[in-house]
Every structure is written in structure tokens, then in C-alpha cells.
């Protein structure tokens, strides 16, 4: 599976932006779909989950109540809202493609998005 991001950028505290994950090579629809993030110097961490049919979805605590996870099946893409970003924000953006419909697991990543927020 081959995944696209877009959408980053540059944004001041407390600004928004939409990413967009495109995913091309299996059937979409089938497999749950994440968020993650790596800033400079740290390991890459879990941001964001949601299941194939988009009824589940996870958030981790640092982003919960701020993004918003999404998915339309029928244009193969998923999205993450970020709102209220925080300068912690900054980070590459991640889309990562489930092994399965539901559950955690993730076999495939994009190329990442650079997200930076700035005082």
C-alpha cells in the first residue's frame, strides 16, 4: 500500500490545519488507519486511530479534545483536524495503513508531513 501526506505547514499557536493521507494499492475501506508524529530528537509516537468503517477512533492524550481523526472511504484518503495547536505540535506527521479492520497494528507508512507551529 502506498500512502501520500499532505497538508503541512507553518501555523502560529493555537491555529489549525487539515492533513490529508491518500492510500492507493489495497481495497481502503478494509483497514483501520492512524496519526502518528516524530519531533527532532524524539522516537515516533502514536497520535491519532480509526477503525475501517470510521466508528472507532482513539486519540492519544496529548492531542485528545484538539484533533479530530477521519476517513473517506470512497476517496481512499483519511484525515487529521488539529486544532488549538500547541508549539509541542511541531512535529512529521505520519499516516500509517492497519493490517487489519480494526486494532492497532500498522504495516505501511507515508513519506511524513512537516508540521511547525510557531509563537
Known amino acids: 500500500v502506498q500512502l501520500v501526506e499532505s497538508g503541512g505547514g507553518l501555523v502560529q499557536t493555537g491555529g489549525s490545519l487539515r492533513l490529508s493521507?491518500?492510500?492507493?494499492?489495497?481495497i481502503f475501506s478494509?483497514?483501520?488507519?492512524?496519526w502518528f508524529r516524530q519531533a527532532p530528537g524524539k522516537e515516533?509516537?502514536?497520535?491519532?486511530?480509526?477503525?475501517?468503517?470510521?466508528?472507532?477512533?482513539?486519540?492519544?492524550?496529548y492531542v485528545k479534545g484538539r484533533?479530530?481523526?477521519?476517513?473517506?472511504?470512497a476517496k481512499n484518503t483519511v484525515y487529521l483536524q488539529m486544532n488549538s495547536l500547541k508549539l509541542e505540535d511541531t512535529a512529521v506527521y505520519y499516516c500509517a495503513a492497519g493490517l487489519f479492520a480494526n486494532g492497532r497494528t500498522?504495516?505501511?507508512?507515508?513519506?511524513?508531513?512537516?508540521?511547525?507551529?510557531?509563537s
Not at 21 to 26: E, F, I, N, T
Not at 30 to 34: L, P, T, V
Not at 67 to 73: K, L, V, Y
Open 67 to 73: 484533533f479530530t481523526i477521519s476517513r473517506d472511504n
Open 44 to 61: 515516533r509516537e502514536f497520535v491519532a486511530y480509526i477503525n475501517w468503517k470510521g466508528a472507532v477512533t482513539d486519540y492519544a492524550d
Open 30 to 34: 478494509n483497514y483501520a488507519m492512524g
Open 21 to 26: 493521507c491518500v492510500a492507493s494499492g489495497r
Open 106 to 118: 500498522f504495516g505501511s507508512w507515508g513519506q511524513g508531513t512537516q508540521v511547525t507551529v510557531s
